[in-house]
T-cell receptor, first 112, second 116 residues
Framework: GEDVEQSLFLSVREGDSSVINCTYT??????LYWYKQEPGAGLQLLTY?????DMKQDQRLTVLLNKKDKHLSLCIADTQTGDSAIYFC????????????FGKGTKLSVIP | EAQVTQNPRYLITVTGKKLTVTCSQN?????MSWYRQDPGLGLRQIYYSMNVEVTDKGDVPEGYKVSRKEKRNFPLILESPSPNQTSLYFC???????????????FGAGSRLTVL
C-alpha cells in the first residue's frame, strides 16, 4: 500500500530556517499536505499542494514538490519558538477518494 | 465557529467497561473519520464514513465500532476496552468536495483515553 516517510525529529535555532522532508511511494498522489500539531491540540492544516505544482509559498512557509523523486519539503523561514510542534506530511491518492495517508510526524524543536 | 467537537477530552476507565467517545461537526460535512495517535506510530485510521449510514474500516478497526445515523455525529464505541486501546483519539471531517478535490480535514482537539 501507500507509504509516507518522515524523519521523527528536527532541532533548529530560533531565527534559522527549518526544512522538514517527506517521501511518499504512491505515484498517483494528487494532493500533498502539511498539517501542524501543537502540544495538546489537534492537527491543523498548514498548506497543501496539487501534484502538478512544484512550489507553493505562503508567508514564511514554502512547500517544494519533486514529483519525479516523490519528495515533499516544508521550509519555514525565520523559525520561531511558536513553530515548535509536530508536522505531519500526508498524501491523497487519486481523484475518487477521501482517503489520506499520513506520515508518522516530525517533531520540530526550536532552541531559543 | 466551524469546528469538530469531541467528548470526553480525557477519560480513565477499566478493562471491559463499555464507553463511547462522541464526535460532532457543525459544518455539514459528508466525510468523517476516526484516528488514533500513538508514539512512534503516528496517525492511524480506525473507521471512516462517507455519508449517513455509510461506514467502512480503516487500518486498525479491531475492538471499535462506529455509527453514522445523523450527518453531524460520528460516535466511536469501545464495547470492551483493553489496555492496548490506551491512546489519543482524533475525529476529523471534510466536505463532499474532498472526494474529487483536495480533501482538507478539520480535526477535533483529541480525546485521551487510558484503559487500566
Amino acid at each position: 500500500g501507500e507509504d509516507v516517510e518522515q524523519s521523527l525529529f528536527l532541532s533548529v535555532r530560533e531565527g534559522d530556517s527549518s526544512v522538514i522532508n517527506c517521501t511518499y511511494t504512491d505515484s498517483s498522489s494528487t494532493y500533498l499536505y502539511w498539517y501542524k500539531q501543537e502540544p495538546g491540540a489537534g492537527l491543523q492544516l498548514l498548506t497543501y499542494i496539487f501534484s502538478n505544482m512544484d512550489m507553493k509559498q505562503d508567508q514564511r512557509l514554502t512547500v517544494l514538490l519533486n514529483k519525479k523523486d516523490k519528495h515533499l519539503s516544508l521550509c519555514i523561514a525565520d523559525t520561531q519558538t511558536g513553530d515548535s510542534a509536530i508536522y505531519f506530511c500526508a498524501e491523497k491518492s487519486g481523484a475518487g477518494s477521501y482517503q489520506l495517508t499520513f506520515g508518522k510526524g516530525t517533531k520540530l524543536s526550536v532552541i531559543p | 465557529e466551524a469546528q469538530v467537537t469531541q467528548n470526553p477530552r480525557y477519560l480513565i476507565t477499566v478493562t471491559g467497561k463499555k464507553l463511547t467517545v462522541t464526535c460532532s461537526q457543525n459544518m455539514n460535512h459528508e466525510y468523517m473519520s476516526w484516528y488514533r495517535q500513538d508514539p512512534g506510530l503516528g496517525l492511524r485510521q480506525i473507521y471512516y464514513s462517507m455519508n449517513v449510514e455509510v461506514t467502512d474500516k480503516g487500518d486498525v478497526p479491531e475492538g471499535y465500532k462506529v455509527s453514522r445515523k445523523e450527518k453531524r455525529n460520528f460516535p466511536l464505541i469501545l464495547e470492551s476496552p483493553s489496555p492496548n486501546q490506551t491512546s489519543l483519539y482524533f475525529c476529523a471531517s471534510s466536505s463532499g468536495s474532498g472526494y474529487s478535490g483536495a480533501n482538507v480535514l478539520t480535526f477535533g482537539a483529541g480525546s485521551r483515553l487510558t484503559v487500566l
